[in-house]
């Protein structure tokens, strides 16, 4: 009705599904978020590396994978690069070594090449295939003899940040490089000396540049969220910054024939660009849930391929260019705790209202009746590690042990502490749980048999809030409403050192980083502080961002990524100390806990306004209009009596006709009615007017 004047509206089309443009080919086979892909010189294989620890090889046109996985690395693979002839195969990885392959076999040749002292984050080979470079989370670049593997001279020393990209010029005879200190360097490669001052001009880190073909210009991708093209020879910058992107810039490379550039971002789209003017073609390409990590052309230029932390691989049209359900609602109070199983499966969460809740982690349907027995609000839950048992504290002071197959209540309750119980964990073998009380004490407990084992653990002068153990289980964290966070012998109880002192308020939550390393700390204070766990100094500045207290972190399983819940709403995602994208947004009140899927690809939130959101990892979706995220800000597409659908504010978002009211579902931005599965409606909101502006949907019939 009205079509013809309201021209600014939502576009509703509707139609069988098979009709619809179909999607980009997907692959999968990697159980971790895949890092890098690369094709083969001649086209027909592509070669991707992943947080797995594994590289695998594609056949470019059926998607099949090639044989088995190539393992060896003992952490992510960061890199990946086929030497030019295409016979062999190099990866770099978070265990700071560079394995050679046979890309026929996938044999691994010789030992891996060993030299820097932090994570190699990126690889390749010169034309020639003589040499590989490579760059390092330890600030340097390192040359190779491709052919014995040997070090070739110093490593190229000048970037005051960790490196995270390098590339040959076309003819060989030049390096760049990009660095987390947000600038370029361009390098003789055979002399290693830096040529000219660094290319500067970016806000963010530098996270991969690239040559174009014939050699003239450099382009740079950055944590600003821009592209910038460089003169190789002089090092100037040419024209503006390439911006449109709305999360950080990962990934750039340039078409075989130099006309075009594409970038992969933290927005989870590939763009394409003009490489002359500078001037984005086209939409962005969407498929993708998660960031896209890297992307590259195939060597006749026909068809680009992306590699995203939704573990999947996907090929596009170059020419052509041809989310995670409603919040888990159930609980009646606010969600203080959530927690995945170790298989991924099911996620649980414990609540004001003195239940825990288990759910199916992929359609968010609750499972079973709510776990009933605390007669006090529920402040903490955790897996055993083997996944057969639930525990929960709670603020009537005791810990429950719950069968996570059936639900049922195992044993009586374990009774010991004075005070309400803050926060509960597992020991790494399962044989143990440790909790922490607002008596101030921390207790171990027989994690078989219920019983209290030794004495109170006695030190804070505060509430303790939060408890967690080593990885290799000898120790324990705690954080308390002191201020302070204490470590204590696991096996003795003992306090270890002094307490650790910097928090200017109560400390909320404690977390140790996968290694052991390293401890994560929230606090009221508003702030994130990470510790060396062995000598208890904080380990560079502060983490500043949240606008209320801190009042959970985690660490995601392979280390890299911090998250933290915050009283104002958000989940914030941190890498090496900095922010990484905006805030995720979604909640309407404060967030309790955060955590992760065992595989850390899916962050997981509890709140005050009573839901459990299961997130895509590390948008950045700070530009797009909250109640139209596409990914996070969920609300109940229920239109009421006159046919408006409402925001969780109360907000008007749009209109649904009569005829497709009935029993209207919404999952992001596309509606289907279920009732006719026939039918299917998709709303286009590329042209539509809202907020203030909605007015200039109408137009009349003179303009």
């Known amino acids: 009705m009205f079509s013809r004047e309201c021209t600014r509206g939502i576009k509703m089309r509707t139609g069988n599904l098979l009709s619809w443009p179909a999607p980009p080919l997907k692959w999968t086979g990697h159980t971790g978020v895949i890092t890098c892909v690369r094709y083969s010189p001649n086209g027909c294989r592509v070669v991707t590396g992943s947080r797995d620890k594994t590289i695998r090889i594609w056949d470019a046109e059926s998607g099949a994978v090639v044989g088995e996985a190539l393992t060896g690395h003992n952490g992510a693979v960061w890199s990946v690069a086929y030497s030019p002839d295409g016979r062999h195969i190099i990866s770099g990885s978070r265990d700071s070594t560079i394995r050679i392959w046979d890309a026929e076999t996938g044999a691994a040749i010789d030992n891996p090449l060993e030299g820097h002292t932090g994570q190699v984050s990126s690889v390749t080979y010169s ?150 003017t500078g001037a984005v073609i086209g939409n962005p390409l969407e498929g993708h849930t998660s960031l896209v990590r890297s992307v590259a052309y195939s060597p006749d230029g026909r068809h680009i391929i992306s590699g995203s932390f939704d573990s999947t691989i996907r090929i596009w049209d170059a020419e052509t260019g041809a989310a995670i359900g409603k919040p888990l609602e159930g609980h009646v109070g606010q969600v203080s705790s959530v927690a995945y199983s170790p298989d991924g499966r099911h996620i649980i969460s414990g609540s004001f209202d003195s239940t825990i809740r288990i759910w199916d982690a992929h359609t968010g349907a609750v499972i079973g009746n709510p776990l009933k027995g605390h007669t006090g609000l529920v402040r903490s839950v955790a897996y055993s590690p083997d996944g057969r048992y639930i525990i929960s504290g709670s603020f009537d002071s005791t810990i429950r042990i719950w069968d996570a197959e059936t639900g049922a209540a195992v044993g009586e309750p374990l009774k010991g502490h004075t005070g309400s119980v803050s926060s509960i964990a597992y020991s790494p073998d399962g044989r143990h749980i440790i909790s922490g009380s607002f008596d101030s004490t921390l207790r171990i407990w027989d994690a078989m048999t219920g019983a209290a084992i030794g004495n109170p653990l006695e030190g804070h002068t505060g509430s303790v809030s939060s408890v967690a153990y080593s990885p290799d289980g000898r120790h324990i964290v705690s954080g308390s409403r002191d201020s302070t966070i204490r470590i204590w012998d696991a096996e003795t109880g003992a306090a270890i050192g002094d307490p650790f002192e910097g928090h200017t308020s109560s400390v909320s939550s404690v977390a140790y980083s996968p290694d052991g390393r390293y401890i994560t700390s929230g606090s009221r204070d508003f702030t994130i502080r990470i510790w060396d766990a062995e000598a208890g100094a904080v380990v560079g500045n502060h983490l500043e961002g949240p606008t209320r207290l801190v009042s959970s972190v985690a660490y995601i399983p392979d280390g890299q990524y911090v998250t933290s819940g915050s009283y104002d709403n ?104 279920l009732t006719s599965p026939e039918r299917s409606v998709s709303l286009d909101f590329d042209d539509f007017a809202f907020g203030t502006s909605w007015t200039q949907i109408f137009k009349s019939a003179s303009s």
Request: aromatic share 8%.
């Open 570 to 673: 958000s989940i914030r995602v941190w890498e090496m100390g900095a922010a990484v994208g905006s805030p995720l947004k979604g909640h309407a009140y404060s967030v309790q806990s955060v955590g992760h899927s065992h595989d850390g690809q899916q962050p997981v939130s509890g709140s005050n306004d009573d839901t459990t959101r299961a997130w895509e990892p590390f948008p950045d979706v700070s530009n797009r209009p909250s109640s139209f995220n596409p990914i996070h800000a969920r609300f109940r597409a229920k239109p009421d009596l006159n046919g408006w659908v409402r925001d969780e504010e109360g907000g008007l978002l749009y209109w649904v006709p009569q005829d497709c009211r009935r029993g209207l579902h919404s999952h992001a931005l596309l509606t289907t009615p």
């Open 127 to 276: 034309p020639d295939g003589r040499h590989i470079i490579s760059g390092s989370f330890d600030s340097t670049i390192r040359m190779w003899d491709a052919e014995t593997g040997a070090v070739i001279g110093n490593p190229l020393k000048g970037h005051t940040g960790q490196v995270s990209s390098v590339a040959y010029s076309p003819d060989g005879r030049h390096i760049i490089s990009g660095s987390f200190d947000s600038t370029i360097r361009i390098w003789d490669a055979k002399t290693g000396v830096v040529i000219f001052n660094p290319l500067e001009g970016h806000t963010g880190l530098v996270r991969s540049v690239a040559y174009s073909p014939d050699g003239r210009h450099v382009i740079s991708g950055s944590f600003d969220s821009t592209i910038r093209i460089w003169d190789a020879e002089t090092g100037a910058a040419i024209g503006k910054p390439l911006e449109g992107h709305i999360g950080q810039v990962l990934s750039v490379a340039y078409s075989p024939d130099g006309l075009h550039i594409i970038s992969g971002s933290f927005d989870f789209t590939i763009r394409i660009w003009d490489a002359h």
